[in-house]
C-alpha cells in the first residue's frame, strides 16, 4: 500500500475545492456526522438506461425509473460524481409517484469526455445537455433538482433556455454559480484530480469523497462513490476550474418559478456562512435546512427530503 508523507496526505484531505463551493479549508471530518445509516441498495435494476446526444455530440448517459405519465424529476449530479449519486432516490417509493430521469454530466461517469476545454469551460454546453435529456425523455415540466455543482448546470440552463417549462429549481449544497466563491486559502492544495501522481489521486480522491458523503453511508455504495470521482480526468477538472469567475447573478430577475435552497447545517463545502450569502443573492428563494446534515442532506436525511420532492411536484399525480 503506498503511504503519503503526513503532511502532504493531510493537505490533500483538506484539498476538495469545487467549482462554484468555498476554497476556505474544511472542518475537522469528525465534526461531520449524519443522522442515519443507508442499506446496501440496487436501485437500478429495473431502470431505463438510453444514450442521448448532448452539445457537441457528447453522448449523455441517461437513466429513467417510474411512469413516464407521472410528474418527472430531472436530477442533476455534482462534480466528480455521477447519475449513482441519486441511488437513495431511485431506490426509494419516489419513482411510484414521479417520473425520475437522471443522467451523467458531460465529461462524468459513462458520457462522453471531449479533450477540448471549450467543451467545459463556460456555461452553454453544460445548459444544452440538461435541454437534450428533457426532448429525449419526452417529460414534460420537470421539478429540476441540482446538487452541488449541478446547480450551476442547472441556472446555465435557466439562463440559455428559459423557453422550456420547468416547473421549479431545488438548488442543494451548492451557489448555483451565483456568486464567486471566495479565493482559496494561501497555499491551499489543488483538487485531487490536477494532483499529476496518481497514486496520490487515488489518495485524494478517497479523502474528498469522505468530505461529500456521510459516514454512515453503505461501504458498497462508498466505493462506487469513490470510483466515479476516480472517472474524471485532470483535463477535464482543469478546463471546469476556468468557470471559477462565471457568476449567474445577471439572470435572478427572470426566473419566475419556484426556487428551493437547501442547505445542510454542517457542510464542510457551502458552510452556513457561504449559505448565508447565496440566500440573500436568491431574493425570493424558499430556504430549506437540514441542520444535521452535511453536503449531502438527500441521502443523509433521504425521508425528508423525497417528502419534499413529493410535496413540490409528486402529489399532483402520485397521490
Known sequence: MITLPGALRRRLAFGLILVGASGALLPD???YAAPSAQPALAPFATARFSVTTGAGGVPLNVVEAGDPSLPAIL?????RQSYLSWSVQFASDLKTRCHLVAFDLRGHGNSGQPWEASAYDHG????????SVIKSTGISRPLIVGWSYGGNVAMDFARYHPDIPVAGYILVSTTAGMIKPPA?????PPRPTVVQDLAANIQAVRASTDLLFPP???AALRAQFRAAAMRVTP???RAIARRANDTNMDIL???HIPVILVFGGKDPI???ALARRVSSAFQGAKVVKFPAAGHAPFIEDAQRFDDMLTNGQCRPSGG
Do not use: L, M
Open 75 to 79: 436530477f442533476i449530479h455534482g462534480f
Open 184 to 188: 482559496p486559502a494561501p497555499g491551499a
Open 29 to 31: 471530518r469528525a465534526s
Open 235 to 237: 483535463f477535464v477538472d
Open 253 to 255: 430577475a427572470s426566473i
Open 270 to 272: 457551502v458552510n452556513p
Open 124 to 131: 452553454q454546453p453544460w445548459a444544452d445537455d440538461v435541454a
Open 216 to 218: 454512515t453511508v453503505d
